[in-house]
């Protein structure tokens, strides 16, 4: 089955500087990219998606890439604020072939942002 | 719509005692899922269901059962509960189509002693 690795696990950042959080994945059937945001003790909520078949996708201050031929994918957060501290969460699936469009999660990266 | 609602959102069980986590959605989802979240780690899928009437197994599906008899709700049995299922639960619900996103329900938080 699929495996996620998400590296940091942790991450502070100054207010104002950008944050880099980076995932790889083990199956090349993959195609569907989510990023969750879980605040303190409230539930995973998505921030930006992306597809295989598409190599970088924005949203205001947030971003993300991905590399098919190496695997990995990343969330680019950019003029970071007190807000954007929270648990970020990557996973992977199929969503063409896999039944169920079952979501393989990564293991978290705490994101500080201080003042 | 409330979306995706969970009940109860905290509960203590004695080792041994069995429960029942509801879960139900008003956005006519046929995709449903259940994971567990443990101390700093990502969630994994428990099981998960792609209409009423259809239930599947997950990553780990040991100590649970599931079912889904309406398209609004997926229960989820623990039977004989063990310490080692202390964890937080999320249900989760999505609709039809290869990209829609997941929604999440608030969380049952599950403390077996």
């Known amino acids: 089955g699929e495996n996620v690795e998400q590296h940091p696990s942790t991450l502070s950042v100054q207010e104002g500087d950008s944050a880099v959080i980076k995932c790889t994945y083990s199956?090349?059937?993959?195609?569907?990219f989510p990023w969750y945001k879980q605040e303190l003790g409230k539930r995973p909520q998505l921030i930006i998606d992306?597809?295989?078949?598409?190599g970088e996708k924005k949203d205001q201050r947030i971003a993300v890439t991905l590399n098919k031929t190496a695997k990995h994918f990343s969330l680019h957060i950019t003029e970071t604020q007190p807000e954007d501290s929270a648990v970020y969460f990557c996973?992977?699936?199929?969503?063409?072939?896999?039944?169920?469009?079952?979501?393989?999660f990564g293991t978290g990266t705490q994101l500080k942002v201080e003042l | 719509n409330a979306g995706v609602t969970q009940t109860p959102k905290f509960r203590i069980l004695k080792i041994g005692q069995s429960m029942t986590l509801q879960c139900t959605q008003d956005?006519?989802?046929?995709?449903m899922y259940w994971y567990r979240q443990d101390p700093g780690m990502g969630l994994k899928l428990i099981y998960y269901?792609?209409?009423?009437?259809?239930?599947d197994k997950g990553e780990v599906p040991n100590g649970y059962n599931v079912s889904r008899s309406t398209t609004e709700d997926f229960p989820l049995r623990l039977e004989l509960a063990a310490p080692s299922q202390t964890s937080v639960y999320f249900c989760?619900?999505?609709?039809?189509?290869?990209?829609?996103?997941?929604?999440f329900g608030p969380g049952t938080r599950l403390t077996v002693l």
């Open positions: 989760a619900s999505r609709g039809s189509g290869g990209y829609n996103e997941q929604f």
């Open positions: 199956d090349s059937a993959s195609n569907y």
């Open positions: 992306i597809r295989s078949n598409v």
């Open positions: 996973a992977a699936a199929d969503i063409l072939t896999g039944g169920g469009n079952k979501l393989t």
């Open positions: 956005m006519n989802h046929n995709y």
């Open positions: 269901s792609v209409g009423a009437g259809i239930t």
